[in-house]
Structure formats: C-alpha cells, structure tokens
Nanobody
Framework: QVQLVESGRGLVQAGGSLRLSCAAS??????YAWFRQAPGKEREFVVA????????YYSDSVKGRFTISRDNAKNTVYLQMNSLKPEDTAVYYC??????????????????WGQGTQVTVSS
C-alpha cells in the first residue's frame, strides 16, 4: 500500500523551531511538497522538492525560515521550520506525485497526500 505518513506535530512558542517528517511507504515518489491549511483558509503551498537532484521551490512566506530536505535511504522528506510565527499555525500536509517531478503551488497537481499534522505557534 502506497502512503505518506507525517509526524512531528507540536506546540511551540514564536521564534521556536520544529521539524516535520514525511515517510513514504510502498514506493519512492518523484516529487514532494508541503502544504498547510489554517482554519477557515484555503490550503496553501509551502515548499516542494524533486526527489532526483533535490531542486527546491519555496513560497515567499517561508523562504529563509523553512528548509526542506530528503533522506534517500529512509525514503523520507523533512521540513525544518525555524523562526516560527503565530501565522504559521496550521495543519501541515505532505503531498507527492507518483511519477512527475512536479514543482507546483497548486494542490491538484499532486496525486498522493498524507493525513496532516498540526503545528501550533503561540505568541
């Protein structure tokens, strides 16, 4: 069974750090992304990475604060979040595409999704 499983949910104070993980099972995907969704808001693109080569694409809202990386041996993608702000509070979702190296901000471009993990940043 192909699936993405996120972990690393947490509550941190503003200025703090948190690392999320997205473990893929069943296969290696060609590209991964993180999205987030705050209550009452649409799902928002955060960052994407190509599995082969590691090219990344960040949203302006997190550039310089968040870092995406991958561990080939563990088939896992990480999102290191530093200098967190209250507006980063959201459910964070890992997304992936099975065979395309998608580097896109649109959620519909990805064909696999994790269940989401809550990140709460207090002021």
């Amino acid at each position: 069974q192909v699936q993405l499983v996120e972990s690393g949910r947490g509550l941190v104070q503003a200025g703090g750090s948190l690392r999320l993980s997205c473990a893929a099972s069943g296969r290696t995907f060609s590209s991964y992304a993180w999205f987030r969704q705050a209550p009452g808001k649409e799902r928002e693109f955060v960052v994407a990475i190509k599995w082969s080569g590691g090219t990344t694409y960040y949203s302006d809202s997190v550039k310089g604060r968040f870092t995406i990386s991958r561990d080939n041996a563990k088939n896992t993608v990480y999102l290191q979040m530093n200098s967190l702000k209250p507006e980063d509070t959201a459910v964070y979702y890992c997304a992936a595409h099975t065979y395309l190296s998608v580097m896109d901000y649109r959620p519909e471009r990805y064909d696999s999704w994790g269940q989401g993990t809550q990140v709460t940043v207090s002021s």
